[in-house]
């Protein structure tokens, strides 16, 4: 079996900077076994070609998480790296059979630096360099959908999106290609997408609304439950150990008074909800 | 019928032509006589402003000129699916696309505006360039893959296109990316390793440093693009522009040496690349 992930931080296991802590990990132990697969985690950018197509030696009876995940990134750069990666599948004639494309923050762009290397705008990080504007950013990321919504059909691919921050509502409404998109393969609508409600419960570990462990293996069931996969979740603590396991920090209460507020959750907006 | 156009400067309408290839194309494509071309305006982002595809009749033909001056494949991309997308959803299907790309350097930038939320501004060497420009090999990495997705998008819908990629793409970076064989190249006017602009710079096929075509080059797109899409019907050059236009545009082609001779170097014709050529190598 072959995975391939997609997303930001809130996919790359932010809360400890580890990779196991990700549901796309959990959804695999559940289907596979805990420790049963094999991970290929890309990292830090290369310069795209400049490494070998990946699917060329893979093994027939291994499993694979091709995760490419990470901190920062936009949906312009999911979008750019899984096309990239469905076809160099389809050349070497493998089979993805669940693709997991979580969905960034739709202001989010990506820009390159001196030596080419693409570097991520965002809130956070280089908003100097000017993060994208509704209505376009919200219909950017909407035509993103549709493309890669096109590709898994074409390629079989099963998939599922997961639009962890909510989209502009007006922006949304304004967009005339929503029906074309197939809405049953979304773990949550558009319009609230997963960020605040987590915040809301207390499922996350910072402002920045990163799922922690509870918000992790509820996705993973989730996407299990979009794969028809209804009964395969494996047991929590089967997966997490006591020691994992730290529910609240010390922001909880700030972040659940504001959970619809954060946003994005820059110094500048902590400072205006704190004041 | 519908045929849609999208492009950059070398495309688009300005004060000199009346006629461009795409016009001599719809005169050769259109089953009748006439044909009403709109310039689709600002507001793809949400509705598209003055193009109702509801509302072209079935009975007349159009003429849809997307091209702007400065336009990125960015937004060349980003108009062209969401324009075939409503065609479709419309159920009102564009009947030939021809789609010009520019510079693979070029971006678009949204910025805030105070009357209508957002503007789109083009980043390219000549305007906007401080926002920083898109840089190799990302830059023709990218535009290759608006090319596989339209060129998918076109085939799904069997909507007849074709490709005219007019500014080369860089050698490099075609040479090691693993994605150009994807790409039909039976629907490109010419290979993206040369582009139509060092070639028409070369030939006298432009009229200016930037390498913009003047009625041969204009006349040569037209009949590469019919030979494509396989269509006879195009008349004699002197059908389409008059004798004064074509002697204008000889005679300047004429006294443009310095374009000739550093075809290759020109680059995107901005000052600093024109006054780099004209710098003797001591």
């Known amino acids: 079996m072959i995975v391939y992930s997609n997303g930001c931080s809130h996919t790359r296991g932010a809360c400890r900077n580890r990779y196991e802590d990700s549901y796309v990990y959990i959804f695999l132990s559940s289907l596979v076994g805990k420790n049963n697969f094999v991970s290929i985690n890309k990292g830090f950018d290369d310069i795209h070609f400049n490494n070998p197509n990946l699917y060329k030696n893979l093994e027939p009876n291994i499993h694979y998480n091709i995760f490419d995940a990470d901190y920062g990134k936009s949906n312009d750069k999911i979008l750019y790296e899984t096309y990239n990666q469905v076809l160099s599948a389809v050349q070497e004639g493998v089979q993805i059979d669940y693709a997991i494309i979580q969905l960034s923050g739709v202001n989010r762009r990506m820009h390159w630096d001196m030596y080419g290397n693409l570097i991520n705008v965002n809130l956070h990080n280089n908003v100097e360099l000017g993060p994208k504007f509704e209505p376009t950013a919200t219909h950017h990321s909407i ?133 | 019928m519908i045929i849609y156009s999208n492009g950059c400067s070398h495309t688009a309408a300005t004060i000199d032509y009346d006629i461009y290839y795409i016009d001599i194309l719809a005169k050769v494509l259109n089953n009748k006589p006439s044909y009403e071309w709109v310039n689709p305006t600002e507001g793809h982002y949400n509705t598209f402003k003055n193009v109702d595809f509801n509302s072209l009749s079935k009975n007349k033909n159009y003429l849809l000129k997307h091209a702007e001056h400065g336009k990125s494949n960015d937004l060349i991309f980003f108009e062209t699916y969401n324009m075939v997308i409503d065609s479709i959803r419309c159920n009102n299907k564009i009947d030939y696309a021809i789609i010009q790309f520019s510079g693979v350097n070029r971006r678009l930038q949204t910025i805030p505006d105070v009357d209508k939320d957002v503007k789109l501004i083009h980043v390219n060497p000549h305007d906007n360039s401080h926002l920083g420009v898109k840089l190799e090999p990302f830059a023709s990495e990218q535009s290759l893959q608006y090319l596989l997705i339209l060129q998918e998008l076109f085939k799904t819908h069997n909507i007849p296109y074709v490709f005219i990629p007019y500014m080369e793409f860089d050698n490099n970076v075609l040479e090691l990316t693993d994605k150009l064989h994807l790409i039909d190249t039976t629907r490109l006017t010419c290979s993206l390793y040369d582009g139509h602009r060092t070639d028409f710079r070369k030939r006298g096929y432009c009229r200016d440093a930037a390498g913009h075509p003047n009625y041969r080059g204009y006349y040569e797109l037209a009949m590469k693009c019919l030979d494509i899409l396989n269509k006879k019907g195009i008349k004699p050059v002197e059908v389409y522009y008059s004798k004064e236009k074509r002697m204008f545009d000889d005679d300047l082609a004429e006294k443009q040496d310095f374009v000739k001779l550093f075809s290759k170097n020109l680059g995107d014709g901005t000052s600093d690349e024109i006054e780099k050529c004209k710098t003797p190598i001591i």
Not at chain 1, 159 to 164: A, D, K, L, R, S
Not at chain 1, 196 to 223: E, M, Q, S
């Open chain 1, 143 to 275: 035509q993103q959908i549709i493309i890669l919504q096109n590709l898994f059909q074409k390629y079989n691919i099963e998939y599922v999106f997961i639009p962890y921050m909510e989209f502009d509502s007006v922006s949304l409404s304004k967009n005339p290609y929503l029906n074309m998109i197939d809405f049953s393969r979304f773990t949550t609508n558009l319009n609230e997408g997963h960020r605040n409600d987590f915040r809301k419960k207390l499922w996350v570990c910072d402002t920045h609304g990163h799922p922690n462990y509870i918000a992790n293996y509820y996705l993973a069931n989730k996407v299990l439950e979009l794969f028809n996969y209804d009964d395969c979740l494996m047991g929590f603590w089967d997966y997490f150990s006591d020691t994992d396991v730290a529910f609240f920090n010390a922001e909880s209460t700030f972040i659940k008074k504001h959970y619809n507020k954060l946003g994005d959750a820059t110094s500048e907006i902590i400072k205006k909800l704190k004041n």
